[in-house]
């Protein structure tokens, strides 16, 4: 447990902590609210934070190829464990050598515990002592998954971040004691996955904080998951259905607790809102299928809100898909490697053919990075509150209606939207 | 033994296009040749070549950049009728393509609307290829196209309007063509073809093109005795006015009573416009004299091949492309395709050494005596065809037939014995794919998770 233990201060100006398989490095911090930017070193290299992670659920983002993806800028993506483990299997991983050299890529990767997706894909799992119970999508056999074997098949992807296993439940569950079991259970089976971890000089393995809404729960659950000194940490079972609010009170609540010099990695969050909001709560790092998947439905993630590219206002619209953005298909295009795709044709193939979706996906992928980047540059000139008011201006022209819930949050770290 | 024709120039247009040599065959002079063929602001193509087939001005799962970077393809087709549907919401408004701007890179319209890299040459057609059999029939004005919403009809005055502003480098004219694969025309549909076509070509040369446009005439896939009169007005009036830069031949069969008849129309670019089944049609259509392919079997399910050098195989490996095909990823079909149109240009590459080098029939022979002409049936599910522009690809005999199993059906007990599918509960979750196999066993055997004994 103590193999972690090696947090060491360093020189005055820039304070990191390293552990056998990473290194955090705060760089800057807000002077208003909490949010902070800061250099994760991992074993496929430095990524910055704050830093969104899409999600190339089966090996593979959606349609594009690594080199695309790569060229977007990213630099840490996600794998399902789960799906892996379906598809190709571990003996498929072992035998080529892990998920990096399977689909090619060549930067970070981030899994999962694969345990999410037992509970919310199949009929009938349940939560043992021992571990997840399922029965067989195949042939309805039952199968229990344990926190040893989600470390194995993780162990076989490679993966730079993996997750332990949790008991996740909807934060909604209306059972205290339940949640009370659940986020006790989390923390035995984080010891059991510490001690199942083959790897930990080159795999790092994050805890995950449960407890639901309950914020005394919460807090109880940080401490219990700091003392077990993991090199990252993980706010779990959010974005399942509870009201905003309580969403932001949960991760200010945890923010406040856990160690500075660890990433805090918040599961599931992906709306640009969200995104801009928990960065202010003090969170580094968010992952979320929404931006490409929208992206196949035809829909663009633009400063000014979602844009429907299949309602006919596009038809004959030849501006980019977002006036100013840096991706591939909208840069201008007298600047290097532009495609001079036009929302004429994404409207043309939306829905029609996958080439409209995989534009989308670039364009998409892209914003997210971008907010995260332009948040960083924000933090470290210490300007991120007028940050956050022009990023909400974009979306809220007429500065006021913005959603309440943000505007709570954001007071509550020092930032009023409402005066601008 | 090699030819060598002058380069002909034809002055109204900037197309340049030179035999460089020729195997000739004894008994015929229909015959394979290599050249060149070159217009103004694009990447000059060596032939014989293939020129891509797009869907909608896009080649299906490959995004502009990965065409860029890894196809070594220099031109693609393009129809009229994947632009042109009347809107829904709009009628009154005009196609869009029609008022998409230009840049340098982008230097034309359809270019531009596209997202083509300016490299490539375009090729407008008022059909897709293969095209969709219209149950209307085409009218002694215009022919039937099948658009997005439906059913339309296209006369040559609109089409040469369409082509005016789109500018493509190749613009085919209309031909009067049943689209039926399965059956051959009557000789009485078959003389009406001929005529109609050749009335459309007169009212088409009659009419002002754009200088950057040139004309490849039809040829029809009938025989030659029933449309001799319209090639030979081709040969004797459009040739010599050099308003005929190009021929664009439904049936290659016919080269050699084009060569016997008409052997000046073959110092032109031929261009087929034949759906070739396997690479034998291929080679056995550039051994009768053509230039441009069409082919139109890319997306087969095939190995990726050992010392390859695309994108695909530098990057990547069978085990990879083997699991984005299980799991339905859409990458699947990109890597598929990068990979195919680079054995494809590599097959070119090669007929245009062997034409140079004299050994083009011994090596056509030797691969007909090597390949099975039967290409491998496609084992993997297709990508997900969405669109009317599937509903019934690949002509009448395919008419409403669904390219893949439904994904989804009806809950409960079925018809004829079928087991009922399990209800799939709706999710925001990648769904699961579950592998075909032994069970819970075979999970075990992955690593997720163990059988429970009871």
Redesign the interface.
């Known amino acids: 447990m103590g193999m972690w233990a090696t947090a060491r201060r360093m020189a005055s100006t820039t304070r990191s902590a390293s552990s056998a398989a990473l290194t955090f490095e705060l760089v800057g911090k807000c002077s208003t609210t909490r949010a902070r930017a800061s250099i994760l070193t991992l074993p496929h290299g430095q990524v910055n934070l704050p830093i969104f992670m899409p999600v190339a ?12 993806l790569e ?1 977007t800028g990213c630099r840490l993506c996600l794998n ?1 464990t ?2 892996l ?8 991983l072992d035998a ?1 050598g892990g998920a990096h050299k ?3 890529w060549s930067h970070n990767l981030l899994t999962d515990s ?1 345990g999410f ?1 037992m509970v ?4 009938l799992a349940n939560v043992t002592e021992e ?4 029965l ?4 309805g ?6 926190p040893e ?1 989600s470390m ?2 993780q162990n ?1 992807i490679g993966s730079d971040i993996m997750m332990q296993l949790d008991d996740v439940l909807v934060t909604t569950h209306p059972d205290k004691a339940r949640m009370r079991e659940a986020m006790e259970r989390s923390v035995r089976w984080l010891d059991r996955c510490i001690a199942a971890h083959k790897y930990p000089e080159r795999q790092n393995l994050f805890c995950i904080i449960q407890g639901g809404l309950d914020l005394e729960m919460r807090r109880e659950c940080c401490r219990e998951m700091v003392a077990r000194d993991t090199p990252g940490i993980a706010i779990g079972g959010l974005s399942g259905g509870e009201a905003k609010d309580d969403f932001c009170k949960v991760v200010a609540t945890c923010t406040e607790q856990l160690p500075e010099l660890k990433p805090r990695y918040v599961m599931g969050i992906g709306y640009p809102e969200d995104l801009v909001v928990s960065v202010a709560l003090g969170a580094d790092m968010f992952d979320c ?1 929404w931006p490409t ?1 929208t992206a196949r439905f035809g829909n663009a993630i633009t400063k000014n809100g979602v844009l429907n590219m299949k309602r ?1 206002m596009y ?2 619209d ?1 501006g980019p898909i977002e006036e100013g953005c840096g991706c ?1 298909c909208c840069r201008p ?2 600047q290097q ?6 929302r ?2 994404i ?3 939306a ?9 989308l996906t ?1 364009h998409n992928v892209w914003y997210q990075l971008n907010l995260m980047r332009q948040a960083r540059e924000a933090i470290i000139a210490d300007r991120f509150p007028a940050f956050v008011n022009e990023f909400f201006g974009g979306l809220y022209p007429d500065g006021q209606s913005y959603p309440s819930w943000a505007v709570n949050a954001l007071r509550g770290v020092g930032i009023d939207l409402l005066e601008g | 033994m090699t030819v060598d024709i002058e380069a002909q120039e034809p002055e109204s247009t900037a197309m340049r296009f030179e035999i460089l040599s020729s195997a000739l065959k004894e008994g015929t002079s229909a015959t394979a040749r290599i050249g060149r063929l070159a217009f103004p602001g694009r990447r000059p193509i060596d032939t014989p070549n293939f020129i891509a087939v797009t869907s909608r001005g896009t080649l299906p799962h490959v995004t502009p950049d990965n065409i860029s970077k890894h196809l070594q393809v220099s031109g693609a087709y393009f129809s009229l009728e994947d632009f042109v549907e009347k809107s829904q919401q709009n009628l009154s408004r005009p196609p869009p393509i029609f008022s998409a701007p230009t840049s340098t890179t982008h230097p034309t319209p359809l270019h531009s609307f596209t997202g083509t890299p300016s490299h490539i040459t375009t090729l407008l057609a008022a059909r897709r290829l293969p095209a969709v059999p219209s149950p209307i029939g085409n009218s002694t004005k215009s022919i039937s196209i099948f658009t997005n919403t439906g059913f339309q009809n296209l006369s040559t005055t609109e089409y040469l309007s369409a082509i005016s502003t789109l500018q493509p480098d190749i613009s085919i004219p209309l031909a009067d063509l049943t689209n039926n694969t399965t059956a051959t025309p009557t000789s009485k549909r078959a003389l009406r073809m001929a005529e109609r076509t050749d009335e459309w070509i007169v009212d088409w040369f009659s009419s002002p093109l754009s200088p950057s446009t040139t004309t490849f005439a039809p040829v029809l896939p009938i025989p030659y005795p029933i449309q001799w009169e319209y090639l030979s007005r081709l040969a004797e009036d459009y040739l010599p006015s050099h308003q005929l830069s190009g021929l664009a031949i439904h049936d290659p069969d016919i080269l050699p009573d084009l060569s016997t008849h008409q052997s000046s129309l073959l110092s032109l670019p031929l261009l087929s416009l034949s759906n070739p089944s396997n690479p034998h049609q291929i080679l056995r259509h550039i051994s009768l004299g053509i230039d441009l392919s069409l082919p139109n079997f890319k997306t087969a399910v095939s190995p990726l091949s050992e010392g390859c050098s695309c994108y695909a195989c530098a990057s990547h490996h069978r085990a990879y492309v083997h699991h984005l095909l299980q799991a339905r990823e859409m990458l699947g079909w990109t890597l598929l395709q990068v990979h195919n149109h680079a054995v494809l240009s590599q097959f070119f590459s090669g007929i245009q050494t062997t034409i140079k080098n004299g050994t083009f029939e011994r090596e056509r022979i030797n691969f007909s005596r090597v390949y099975d002409p039967e290409m491998p049936a496609g084992v993997g599910e297709r990508p997900r065809a969405r669109g009317y522009q599937y509903m019934s690809q690949g002509g009448e005999e395919n008419a409403g037939k669904k390219r893949n199993k439904p994904a989804w059906r009806e809950l409960g007990p079925t018809a004829e014995g079928e087991t009922p599918v399990e209800e799939v509960p709706e999710t925001t979750q990648t769904p699961v794919q579950v592998p075909e196999g032994d069970g819970a066993k075979e999970l075990q055997e992955k690593g997720l998770g163990e059988v429970v004994k009871e």
Do not use: C, W
């Open positions: 659920t089966q090996a593979s983002l959606k349609g594009l190829t690594p080199e695309q060229a399902n789960y799906h483990g379906l598809k190709p299997g571990q003996e498929v080529v399977f689909q090619g694969g997706q919310s894909l199949l009929k571990g997840v119970r399922f067989s999508p195949h042939d056999s039952p199968m229990l998954l344990t074997h194995s098949l076989s299928v998947r006919e038809a004959a030849f591939q295009a007298d490697g532009s495609l001079g795709i036009t004429a044709f409207h043309h193939n829905a029609k053919e996958t080439v409209a979706a995989h534009l670039l």
